[in-house]
């Protein structure tokens, strides 16, 4: 596989997470196994929307299932995925931090001129 071939099966990975829905789902199955209807539940996702996206992350690797009796349970494929997540996750608080405190010594500042 060549470096193009690489970079389009990652930014298709990155696509596939690129989805506030599918990140709430990725978020309820960060600690194991879980049926759909407990995902519903953590989630407030209608089952329907559930199962279509557990239907895409399943498709592109990111979820597998496994059938116990009647019940279908899904768990992340690699726990590095949950991983680069949750870095993904403190970039974007250390970059809001940051925003908010470059942003503070401003606010309020434009009536200091005044009068």
Known sequence: MNDQEFFCLHSDLCKTLANAKRQAILSALRDGEVSVSEIVERTGIPQPTVSQHLATMRTKGVVVARREGSRVLYRVSNPKIVQAFDL??????ETLESQTKTVEPWSGSSNENDG
């Not at 993904?88 to 608080?93: G, K, L, Y």
């Open 88 to 93: 993904i996750t403190e970039v974007m608080r």
